[in-house]
């Protein structure tokens, strides 16, 4: 998860964004935020959420689980996914994208 929080660092400061705004955005304190870039806490699903609806990016770009995987097993069922629900005229929100 180290790589998570170096990530969301890298992309943070790419876009000229503070902690202190991070935290504010999310409803956190600025010491909380920088737990999550340093790796001392777990980022879940909600966080990772939060984080990259604030930044305007997909999940998949701050924290991939391919790495655990070993290959791209997620991403092909994730796209399979996508093209299942395109096929079959389903909307898909933006986010997922």
Same mark, same amino acid.
């Given at each position: ?34 737990? %999550? ?9 909600? %966080? ?13 770009? %701050?924290?991939? %689980? ?10 092909? $069922? ?15 929100? $933006?986010?997922?994208?």
């Amino acid at each position: 998860m180290k790589v998570c929080g170096q990530n969301i660092r890298k992309i943070r400061r790419s876009r000229d964004l503070t902690q202190e705004y991070m935290a504010f955005e999310m409803g956190i304190s600025q010491k909380a935020y920088s737990d %999550i870039e340093n790796s001392k806490v777990k980022i879940n699903l909600e %966080i990772l959420t939060k984080i990259s609806d604030i930044l305007d990016i997909k999940p998949s770009d %701050i924290c991939s %689980i391919s790495h655990k995987c070993g290959n791209d097993e997620y991403e092909d $069922k994730y796209q399979s996914l996508l093209d299942h629900l395109k096929k079959n005229n389903i909307s898909i929100p $933006k986010e997922f994208l």
